[in-house]
């Protein structure tokens, strides 16, 4: 069993023992007492939190007075020290009282090689390594290495570090570690990847688990919708990130099935590339020509689809417009553009595409029956003008894609770029009075929602997402 271990990181014993009380509430089953936290090392240890498993720990160089400290906390009742390897105090103490850790914080080495330092640190007490987590290949080294170790039945903790590392911890029971160190607030979060005491409570040993790939990831909005749909729905589940670069993308699915990933998001630059990993692509991905959503089933079937045109339709479907007799003009000619042209072929919308290389616009437009149009040929006259390229984002080029003479009290605009909310095209169409103008927000709302539904069969509360949106994750 893995206990909830809270990192107790005070700098008196008065704030100590107000987090230990905080943590208890929250369901800590150990602590981790961070000695050199405190401003100075108090003489009485009384405020150790004996009632629950105590690991006493104290990084640094001055040996003589942490052997002395050291030995203090375990006569106060703290059950463990935790010692470095490489420290002088190694064999100093009981190895029953010693936890032996090794940190890499720059990456996670091959399996063999953490069942080596395993081997070396078990000697001097219960074996803790924690590595950085790159992306997929350092998952499977630690999962390969933690199939081992739990062979023996002793003992150990082993963590992988970083935000692709969460998934470790989440999966902290499956990996058999002894522990899992959680933080008592947010803020408090010593490392990326570490969750609450309070949310590791919830997730309970056995959770759901989500997850995006993607490279990189550091801006992507989904976590913080996801994780509010899951405690929202009380659904005992997590969404993680699992950045991968393109080599270690063929890896994902071996990811996926080892640490029971229920599905996963897929998002720039993989959308394309991961379709041939799939066991199956269902048609709206195959027509769209990516995938954005993976959900596993039970035997580890990997089944491809696209998410994104669901939030198109709903988008479309928001601004009243049947797409069935519409006319609509697509600006762009990449992935978000084909995505838009599928769906609203599909669904019998007369279907213009305008694009900066129109070779690219006519290449697309003919593979869905739609028309190609020059932009200095473009005439007023559509129910929904979509921009489907870069152009407004934050960090891009601020043009408007379409001329601003098209932009008419009967049309409606829906702007797939939601970084800002507010494009320089959404501001050409309110002055020109348009009928209805959307950001891209709405769209990646009703992607999620989609993907929520799919892996967990319930429908996402859409306003606990939007309110997650621009918070934290
Ligand atoms: P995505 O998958 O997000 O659609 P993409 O495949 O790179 O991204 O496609 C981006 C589209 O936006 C392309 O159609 C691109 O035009 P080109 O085909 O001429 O490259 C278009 N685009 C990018 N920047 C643009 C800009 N500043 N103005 C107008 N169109 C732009």
Redesign the pocket.
Known sequence: MTLICAVIAADTPAAAEAMKVEALSAGAEAFEVRLDAFAEIPDDFSFLPTEKPVIATLRSELDEERREIFAKALASGAAYVDIESDSVLRGVFPKSQVICSYHDFTKTPAAWDILRIFRDLSSSGVPKAAFMVRGPADLLEIWKAAVVLKQSGDPFILIGMGAAGEVTRIRAADIGSMVSYCAVRPEFASAPGQITVAEAARLGDDPIITAITGWPLEHTRSPQMHNAAFRASGIRGRYVRIPSTAEELPLLPEVLRCYRIRGANVTIPHKQTVMPLLSEVLPEAKSAGAVNTILVDPSGRLTGTNTDIAGISATIADLRITPSNARVLVA??????RAAVSCLTAAGAAVSVT???ME?ARTLAAEFGATAVPRDELCAGYDLIIN????GMSG??Q?I?VPVSILTPDTAVFDMVYEPEMTPLLAAAGDAGVRAAVCGKAMLIAQAAASFTLWTGIEADAAAMTAAFGGSP
């Open positions: 762009g000619a990449g992935g978000a553009a694009n900066r290389t690219k489907a390229t870069p152009a891009f080029s043009d894609p």
